[in-house]
């Protein structure tokens, strides 16, 4: 622990008008930065983070600070702080925070007389790992973390190892920004300050904007990426009696009339086919595998029936801003019409438009039914 440097003597009695760094500033701390980096550095290498994510961010927080009572310090100062972080997956995240604080020291001149400096002075350095639950657009976290936290006031100066917990919200407010509360509990470790202290306890609460980026952009599944289809048996001698390019073993309605439109099921529709199976994940506008061989079945009808010219429709569940889930719904109809094209359909056949959040065909309000809204349909507009 360093003691302070005072800057000149006054009438017998030291004053206290600024500090400076002694040469080595503190083992301790040196050693935890170079810990925190390395750790930072290492865990970025397994990065889980899916195509569409926004992984990286940076976080600006502005609040106040309920400091330990014996510290003799009045509260003082807003709180602020600047993070840099990594969302390793959906649910985890890990930053690299500053933040720093100020408070008015109490009978600073009782404690060294003729002292000109009043403030007890706080800089912290963190790592701090945020566990996220859920999937919804705002969503509850706990979170724990260390940090070198450097203090000066009127009695002296040094740098101690604190211990971090807390709880917080945090909000998706659209595709690049983000909002945080968050209430924290600092134990500060540091023992030389006040006399008969080993530890003081500082509660922080605070708010927090980010800016969300990185990862790559949502893109569909090439072909040779999916899973072959499971062998299918061997057709009979007329596998296709009712002439419609729905083999017998998958036709529900054999006996539909010459020339109708039909589904993947081989029944006659009148405006929308049912893409059963060609769902997404949330937040994204990736293909899954089992919707590549939905879709492959689909452009094969199409190819079968010429004269159809078909809207893909895309669709969200509610959760997020409605214009976000617009943009979302878009690129998820954009990513089926493309594939489509993609196995020989005539891309002037093909128009694609995103409904938003809009048309729900199941509940919002479970992870089921949500998974059911996240969808796309091929809507029949001429044939």
Not at 22 to 37: H, M, N, P, Q
Not at 49 to 61: E, M
Request: charged share 25%; hydrophobic share 35%.
């Amino acid at each position: 622990m360093q003691s302070l440097v005072f800057a000149r003597e006054c009438a017998g009695y030291r004053c206290v008008d600024s500090f400076n760094w002694l040469g080595d500033v503190s083992v301790k701390f040196s050693r935890l930065i170079t810990v925190l980096a390395a750790a930072f550095m290492a865990a970025s290498s397994f990065s889980l983070a899916a195509d569409g994510a926004q992984p990286w961010h940076f976080t600006y927080q502005i609040g106040g600070v309920d400091l330990d009572s014996d510290r003799d310090t009045e509260d003082g100062d807003v709180w602020q702080g600047l993070g840099f972080g990594y969302f390793f997956n959906n649910n985890f995240s890990l930053d690299f925070e500053y933040d720093e604080f100020d408070g008015d020291f109490r009978g600073f001149d009782t404690a060294v007389p003729g002292a000109t400096f009043d403030s007890w002075e706080f800089r912290s350095y963190s790592l701090m790992g945020r566990y996220f639950f859920g999937d919804r657009a705002f969503r509850p976290f706990v979170l724990g973390g260390l940090s070198a936290t450097d203090h000066r006031s009127v009695l002296d100066e040094g740098t101690d190892l604190s211990l971090n917990v807390g709880v917080g919200l945090h909000g998706q407010l659209a595709k690049h920004f983000s909002v945080r509360a968050q209430g924290l509990l600092r134990y500060d470790q540091d023992g030389s300050s006040i006399q008969d202290r080993s530890n003081f306890k500082d509660f922080i609460y605070s708010l927090g904007i980010s800016y969300d980026f990185g990862g790559r952009t949502p893109r569909a599944e090439p072909a040779a990426a999916a899973p072959p289809p499971p062998p299918r048996p061997a057709a009979p001698p007329n596998p296709d009696l009712d002439g419609d390019g729905v083999p017998n073993e998958r036709d529900k309605c054999p006996n539909t009339r010459p020339g109708a439109v039909v589904d993947l099921d081989g029944c006659e529709v009148e405006a929308v086919i049912d893409l059963k199976g060609v769902y997404f994940d949330f937040d994204k506008a990736t293909l899954r595998p089992e919707g590549i061989a939905v879709l492959n079945d689909a452009a094969a009808l199409l190819k079968t029936n010429e004269r159809v010219v078909v809207e893909v429709a895309g669709h969200t569940d509610s959760v997020g801003s409605e214009p976000y889930n617009q943009a979302l719904s878009e690129r998820r109809a954009n990513t089926v019409k493309d594939y489509l094209t993609s196995q020989g359909v005539t891309a002037t056949r093909l128009t694609a438009r995103g409904y938003g959040e809009v048309q729900p065909v199941a509940t919002n309000d479970t992870d089921a039914g949500r998974q059911l809204n996240r969808r796309v349909e091929l809507i029949v507009l001429d044939r």
